[in-house]
């Protein structure tokens, strides 16, 4: 049962352009979540996070929106970068617990 | 200052062998938690440490699987009997509390053949 996905693999972006990723979740005792960015031989890297309380939060260029009623997120990326080329990995955890659920990331390739 | 320092980075051993991986957390960190990642998917939860206590054990898929932090700071992984299925990026992270995000190492890359 995956409680976090992220139903598109890869997504290309021209540089400068904006780039959307996309994470939905089932269960609705989520109310913490966070972005991590993955380059190849590397652990993640936190992003940016996002309290239940919010719809969104603006870091820089990265901002996360959050859809509560429809148990979706998504990171925008403005303008993108050749250096943001990555593993992008959605993950939540729900009230009371400190366990994060990953998604099964999206690979992001922006493109000079 | 520091990361976290995972050791080793890559390992290779026999089916049905032994291993131990490390993991040193950043300092002052209480919490501690294992993951594993095979190709293609994210990171899954193996367990997490609230001081030298294991507060969640749930994601460790069978017996052969063992963690302890007897400490409070360096965490080790232990994998009794390894499988084929057992090769994977061991991951871990800590973190200050709950609502502050974790902070990964770079992995262990384990190959069991």
């Known amino acids: 049962d995956q409680q976090v996905k992220q139903n598109s693999p890869s997504l290309s972006v021209q540089e400068g352009r904006i780039s959307i990723l996309n994470c939905d979740y089932t269960?609705?005792?989520?109310?913490?979540f966070l972005w991590y960015k993955k380059y190849p031989a590397e652990g993640p890297t936190f992003l940016i996070s996002?309290?239940?309380?919010?719809d969104k939060n603006e870091d820089g260029r990265f901002t996360v929106f959050l859809n509560k009623s429809a148990k979706h997120l998504s990171l925008h990326i403005v303008p993108s970068q050749p250096g943001d080329s990555a593993v992008y990995f959605c993950?939540?955890?729900?009230?009371?617990?400190?366990?994060?659920?990953f998604g099964t990331g999206t690979r992001l390739k922006v493109l000079a | 200052g520091a990361g976290v320092s995972q050791t080793p980075s890559n390992k290779v051993t026999e089916k049905g062998k032994y291993v131990e991986l490390r993991c040193d957390p950043i300092?002052?960190?209480?919490?501690l938690y294992w993951y594993r990642q095979s190709l293609g998917q994210g990171p899954e939860f193996l367990i997490y440490?609230?001081?030298?206590?294991?507060?969640?054990d749930s994601g460790l898929p069978n017996d052969r699987f063992f963690a302890v932090r007897p400490e409070g700071s360096v965490s080790t992984l232990k994998i009794q009997r390894t499988e084929r299925g057992d090769s994977a990026v061991y991951l871990c992270?800590?973190?200050?509390?709950?609502?502050?995000?974790?902070?990964f190492g770079n992995g262990t890359r384990l190959t069991v053949t």
């Open positions: 300092s002052g960190h209480t919490a």
């Open positions: 269960n609705s005792m989520f109310d913490y």
């Open positions: 440490f609230q001081g030298t206590g294991a507060a969640d």
């Open positions: 996002i309290s239940s309380i919010k």
């Open positions: 993950a939540a955890s729900a009230a009371g617990t400190y366990k994060y659920i």
């Open positions: 992270a800590s973190s200050n509390d709950r609502d502050s995000p974790l902070h």
